[in-house]
């Protein structure tokens, strides 16, 4: 009786840790666990954000690395547009966040199964909580490059650019013509406070990528995809992709399990200790994928808006490496966490960031960021922080010094709405800090409004540009008024008048 007992018992116990996924999920009601992504790029004038579900990564004791675990809704695609941008403030999702998720199927009247699901929960079980903010440390990024090779698909899709140019535009070194590659270009603008050192970076690759695949569900194992789709978003839990026909999630995964896979035999392979260490890297890795430009993706690049997860990455379509390392500096600081920079409207309006319009930024030159994006990422700070409703005087006085000379350089106003002023000048020195500031905002005293805060996890704040000052003019918005009131040797002596 007692080993009956025993045995029943043993037969209905609950596994640790694991669950047989075929029992608790069927095809209307799906339940798993998966990490977000948000993602952001700029297609056709609008800003076109996506929010992402992939499988959380687990370590893997057979090659000593970690993995993409197997789960129901790897590479999909949970909003776009307005509504992922919605959907993340108000769930306050952070690339790198993993949830238990649950998805009901669509039917709709007369159609009957739309094959598509919806989010019915959602439950965080570890929010991500890594900083790059600079707190007093330099910051030495890790990253791995990969050179992406779809000439499995087309033949011009083939890898765009070989790794001696990839590593001109990255380092640094005294001959090197490249004067606004990545390490310049971050220790620059950064004033030395992040660093991207070919010490901690891996090119790696060409990596050919297969044109389709499947990566199955576990609760279908067997499952084939359909001959032929218009489209494939939303729709299935297995994974299946074509390069050949769409740049979904799925396709953006399928490439990043194969880099993967990729570098981890190459590791294995040649027993380079480098690579070995950044694929061991826990702590905001950084992927940058090289994509060649006939891929079917409407954006040029495409990158995690912060790097909170383990790993994040960032996607360029690249036509002329040394022309698009903007891009590449661009997609990059996505993944350190900023934004767009507005005017107005207009999401890339900013022609003073590299976070908005850096079209007009030629070859050799940098274009680093606005007064509000560098306070957000601790890169500058200001000379004065100033509350309206504390101030005894209808008049103060300030020198703001010119940005590029020093890291406390703008001026922080607070009327109940925040406000960044700062003086900037280009530099006529190729490769130096605001060798790219078109000459319409050079010796200009900006005013930028921007209300987010030093923070990861405050979400739906852009930086805009209001105003840039010529010596003598002025801007208001009705409670204080900003005026350019000279150029002085050290900067730009600016009066704030209380109204
Ligand atoms: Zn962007």
Not at 331 to 353: C, F, K, Q, V, W
Request: proline share 4%.
């Amino acid at each position: 009786m007692l080993k009956t007992i025993l045995s029943f018992l043993l037969l209905f116990a609950p596994v640790q840790g694991s669950f047989d996924k075929s029992i608790c999920n069927n095809d209307d009601y799906l339940q798993d666990e998966v990490m977000f992504r948000y993602k952001s790029s700029y297609v056709n004038g609008q800003e076109y954000a996506e929010l992402q579900t992939v499988c959380p990564e687990v370590y893997d004791p057979v090659t000593d690395y970690y993995k993409p675990s197997s789960c129901l809704m790897n590479g999909w695609t949970l909003a776009i547009g307005e509504s992922a941008i919605n959907m993340r403030n108000t769930y306050e999702i952070a690339t790198g966040d993993i949830a238990n998720v649950g998805l009901q199927k669509e039917y709709s009247r007369g159609i009957g199964n739309s094959g598509k699901y919806k989010l019915d929960s959602l439950v965080f079980t570890k929010r991500s909580g890594s900083k790059e903010i600079y707190s007093g440390t330099s910051i030495d990024l890790r990253t791995i490059v990969y050179i992406m090779d779809f000439s499995s698909c087309n033949p011009l899709w083939k890898a765009p650019v070989i790794a001696k140019d990839v590593e001109l535009a990255l380092f640094n070194s005294p001959n090197n013509s490249v004067k606004n590659n990545l390490e310049t270009y971050y220790s620059t603008c950064s004033y030395g406070k992040t660093s991207f050192l070919p010490e901690f970076t891996q090119i790696v690759g060409p990596v050919p990528v297969p044109c389709s695949g499947v990566v199955p569900a576990p609760y279908r194992p067997n499952y084939k995809p359909p001959i032929s789709k218009f489209s494939r978003r939303n729709e299935t839990v297995n994974d299946w992709w074509d390069i050949s026909k769409f740049c979904t999630a799925s396709e953006q995964q399928a490439w990043e399990r194969v880099a993967l896979n990729y570098s981890v035999e190459l590791a294995r392979a040649t027993g380079n200790i480098k690579l070995d260490s950044l694929l061991k890297w826990r702590n905001r890795l950084r992927n940058l994928y090289i994509l060649p430009t006939g891929l079917k993706c409407g954006w040029s690049g495409y990158a995690d808006v912060t790097c909170t997860s383990p790993s994040c990455s960032a996607y360029v379509k690249i036509g002329s490496l040394f022309n698009d390392l903007h891009l590449i500096m661009h997609e990059s600081m996505h993944n350190y966490g900023l934004e767009h920079a507005n005017r107005g409207i207009l999401e890339y309006g900013d022609p003073t960031d590299l976070m908005g319009d850096f079209n007009k930024a030629g070859r050799n030159t940098l274009l680093c960021h606005n007064a509000p994006n560098l306070f957000r990422i601790g890169w500058a700070s200001s000379v004065g922080n100033i509350t309206i409703s504390e101030m005894t005087s209808n008049l103060a006085s300030f020198v703001i010094p010119v940005m590029s000379r020093s890291d406390k350089n703008m001026l922080f106003i607070d009327n109940g709405a925040k406000y960044y002023v700062s003086y900037r000048v280009r530099n006529a020195t190729i490769g130096a800090f605001d060798s790219a500031l078109h000459k319409s905002y050079s010796e200009k005293v900006q005013i930028h409004g921007y209300n987010g805060t030093q923070s990861e996890r405050v979400f739906g704040f852009k930086t805009n540009i209001l105003a840039a000052l010529s010596v003598g003019s002025s801007w208001t918005n009705g409670v204080i008024k900003i005026t350019f009131n000279s150029i002085v040797s050290d900067g730009a002596l600016v009066d704030l008048y209380k109204l």
